[in-house]
């Protein structure tokens, strides 16, 4: 495939747009329609046939969601992409159309919740079973993997224990069963990782988080062959009907554009914060895959550009203190999701990870004194004095 652009930072501001197209408009023009005119009834007719290419009706196809398809096919470095109403729009339209009755599911221990719960309903209602591993290694893959699974779903760093799943070695193993990996790249953006790249076959985004940016859109991305990208368009998008309407498309093309720019200092940022924090004595622990000493540092250096903005820590405390300790922060934002300007945290074990029973979350490594941090784009001192005068506040408590 014919690629234009050379550097991912080119990449996400001029691929997949030519303004020629668009009356020489600089920013892509943001196409507020329903519906599209034909010219006769026979163009209309060669529409539909599919003779002809053109835009019939949004649901199917919008131009101002065109250009983000490609402008993110292009930076995931895959033949097509399709965007979608939200991440989890996203995800069950691939596992929909991934899977039939009584097929079967390999999934990495630790999923987005929401994702966990679709798994599930697809169970009761389908019959398609799923198992979970850790994938640490080949063997733990292997054991799993039945004539009936048709999919490899992995999330890789998995949240909130910042855990990392090597994806060469799971797709050496998919590979000698021909089953189709599954990536969901949410928590890395594709300007730290791209699965695809190393053999992957669908990467997944909640565009919800980085590549948005800017915490003021819901969606969802997926990548993949053009093959399987326009089988999902004709099924499940086209009759289920989880579209990105062409304005949330044009705020994640305004939000790209400085995608490589905010995920370096969201790095930066979150390298200052974790290397001050290992020497806090309140800190019990902290998880950060860009650490050296974090046990997948490996995995990291091998198939990412750098840790990443998201790392969690132990607080010595009860529950209650751990809450005292967020109520007492005062610029850093108690809220869920990720990739936002603002440094925003929150305790998984009450929050995100609350459904998973405790026998099942403490096995995952998710404890009571287990926070998540969202490193926002603020200065990193800002962020560490705050973190700092409320753990001050903890302890004279
Ligand atoms: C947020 C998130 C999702 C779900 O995306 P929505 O846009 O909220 O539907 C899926 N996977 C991961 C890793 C997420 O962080």
């Known amino acids: 495939m014919e690629r234009k652009y050379k550097h991912f930072e080119t990449k996400v501001i001029h691929a997949g747009y030519d303004s020629k197209e668009h009356l020489n408009s600089l920013s892509t023009p943001i196409y507020q329609t329903s519906t599209f005119t034909f010219d006769t009834a026979e163009q209309g007719e060669r529409f539909f046939a599919g003779e002809e290419k053109g835009y019939i009706y949004s649901r199917l196809g919008n131009p101002t969601v065109s250009v983000l398809q490609e402008k993110v096919a292009e930076i995931e470095e895959g033949e097509a992409c399709l965007a979608f109403g939200s991440g989890m729009a996203a995800i069950s339209a691939v596992l929909l159309s991934l899977t039939k009755a009584n097929d079967h599911v390999l999934v990495s221990q630790g999923v987005y919740g929401c994702t966990y719960g679709l798994l599930k309903l697809m169970e009761e209602k389908y019959n398609v079973s799923h198992d979970f591993s850790f994938m640490e290694n080949e063997e733990q893959i292997r054991t799993f993997i039945r004539p009936e699974t048709t999919c490899i779903y992995i999330e890789t760093p998995i949240n909130p224990t910042m855990k990392l799943i090597d994806l060469e070695m799971v797709v050496k193993v998919a590979k000698e069963h021909n089953i ?3 990536v969901d790249n949410t928590f890395c ?26 915490g003021d859109v819901v969606a969802g991305l ?12 004709m099924t499940t998008q086209k009759d289920i009907g989880g579209i990105l309407a062409p304005f949330d498309a044009w705020l994640l093309l305004r939000g790209l554009k400085t995608l490589p720019i905010r995920m370096d200092r969201h790095c930066d940022n979150t390298t200052k914060l974790v290397e001050w924090m290992k020497n806090e004595p309140q800190i019990k622990s902290v998880y950060y895959p860009g650490d050296e000493n974090h046990p997948d540092y490996g995995i990291m250096k091998k198939q990412m550009k750098h840790g990443g903005g998201l790392f969690s820590f132990e607080l010595d405390g009860t529950k209650q203190q751990i809450q005292r300790f967020m109520n007492g922060l005062k610029m850093i934002k108690i809220a869920v999701s990720l990739g936002d300007a603002e440094t925003l945290i929150q ?5 995100t990870h609350s459904v998973i029973p405790e026998d099942v979350r403490l096995s995952m490594g998710i404890t009571d004194q287990l926070i998540r941090l969202s490193v926002g784009l603020e200065s990193w001192e800002d962020i560490r004095d705050d973190i700092k005068q409320s753990l001050d506040q903890m302890k004279k408590n």
């Open 180 to 182: 189709p990996v599954v």
């Open 189 to 214: 953006s594709p300007y730290l990782q791209k699965p695809l790249v190393i053999g992957c076959d669908v990467v997944i985004h909640s565009a919800t988080k980085y590549i948005c940016g800017h």
């Open 222 to 233: 997926a990548i993949a062959s053009q093959e399987l990208i326009s089988k999902i368009a």
């Open 347 to 351: 305790h998984p074990a009450t929050m």
